[in-house]
């Protein structure tokens, strides 16, 4: 709760606890995947870059991996991206949708439930894969809507305008300030207002 209010120093104590305290087992990286995405949201790049360096993600056609590991794939992209770290996160994208497809989960997170959709909808954007980005935002949005997964909501535009911010066809911009504008607005109504000012940042 500490990192959606807005408390990323405070919140950054606890999941250095909990990841630390990780046992081994099918769901180690359950912990590591917030202390990665609270790394990444503050800005501490070397320290977040190490922590999934030092973390086993799913490889493509791996036979076998942990609940764990995929769910911190799945956050690996959104960091990476916040991060700038474009290449890396795009190259995740093919590994993503093999996880997903034989899972065919909607979320492998129980944390804070994220959408398969939209991590691959972050993973193809970064990869420059704009219509494939653009279906798995589109699922997301519908996704989020119906179950309804309201964080998920705000989340999804906030990534989605992004990907149109970075394609910049006719049209994208002002898509992109829409999108942005809901998001701004379902964050306030949480008291999400760290992640307000990141969508409104988007805008300007």
């Known amino acids: 709760m500490l990192f959606l209010r ?32 609270c790394l990444a949201y503050r800005g501490e790049k070397q320290e977040a ?3 999934l360096d030092a973390r086993q993600l799913p490889t493509l056609d791996e036979e076998s991996w942990t609940w764990g590991a995929a ?48 991590a691959a909808g ?6 420059r894969r704009w219509d494939a980005a653009e279906e798995h935002f589109g ?19 906030r990534f989605y305008a992004a990907m149109l911010l970075r394609r910049g066809r006719s049209g994208d911009c002002e898509h992109a300030r829409q999108l942005l504008a809901q998001a701004a607005a379902d964050y306030r109504r949480m008291g999400m207002l760290r992640h307000v000012a990141l969508a409104e940042a988007m805008i300007e």
């Not at 809507?145 to 964080?151: D, I, N, V």
């Open 49 to 51: 870059l190490a922590l």
């Open 122 to 127: 972050i993973a193809a954007s970064a990869a």
């Open 6 to 37: 807005g408390d990323w120093d405070g919140a950054l104590p606890w999941f250095e606890e909990a990841a630390r305290r990780e046992p081994a087992g099918a769901m180690r990286g359950w912990n590591a995947t917030l202390l990665f995405e």
């Open 139 to 157: 699922r997301a949005l519908h996704q989020a809507a119906t179950l309804p997964h309201r964080l998920e909501q705000p989340h999804t535009r």
């Open 71 to 118: 769910s911190l794939l799945f956050t690996a992209v959104d960091g990476l991206t916040m991060l700038g770290e474009w290449d890396r996160a795009g190259a995740l994208y093919p590994i993503v949708v093999d996880v997903f497809e034989r899972t065919g989960v909607v979320t492998p997170a129980y944390e804070d439930g994220r959408l398969y959709e939209r």
